[in-house]
């Protein structure tokens, strides 16, 4: 089934975001695609705030590759930053699987950079910029 997600503005972003978490149900793996300033980083952002998750935590782990957070129930979720990888067997050295496995919810920046190591059963979210800067966020499942 394909889904989209039109975004007009930054006001419409957490609305956005909560369609997206209840659009993907039980999905735990998410694989962001997008250009440089596609809103990757940001909508990650607005998803964190719709689980709960303290809003000055959320940052982007380009440099330290994955952020762990706790959204309000106590639960954990990671946030990767594939874009300083260089080749996929990067991933493996900081126990990508050992994430990927461990039922939390896993978002993924620049996962075009790991593609050969994603399970099946990842979604891949593509996000179009448009004209007039309005944002596509759209998967099939």
Not at 3 to 28: C, Y
Not at 46 to 69: H, M
Not at 92 to 109: F, K, Q, T, V
């Amino acid at each position: 089934m394909k889904h989209e997600i039109h975004i007009n503005g930054l006001q419409e972003l957490d609305t956005a975001a909560a369609a997206f978490l209840d659009e993907i149900g039980d999905a735990r793996l998410i694989a962001l695609y997008g250009t440089m300033g596609a809103g990757k980083t940001t909508f990650t952002t607005a998803v964190c705030k719709q689980l709960g998750v303290v809003e000055d935590a959320v940052s982007s782990p380009t440099f330290a590759i994955v952020n762990e957070y706790r959204t309000a129930s106590g639960a954990p979720m990671y946030h990767f930053d594939f874009y300083r990888i260089e080749r996929p067997e990067e991933a493996l050295d900081i126990g990508l699987y050992d994430y990927l496995d461990s039922g939390a919810l896993c978002i993924m920046e620049w996962p075009e950079n790991i593609e050969p190591l994603l399970p099946e059963e990842t979604l891949r979210i593509h996000i179009t910029v448009h004209p007039d800067l309005s944002r596509t966020l759209s998967w099939v499942d």
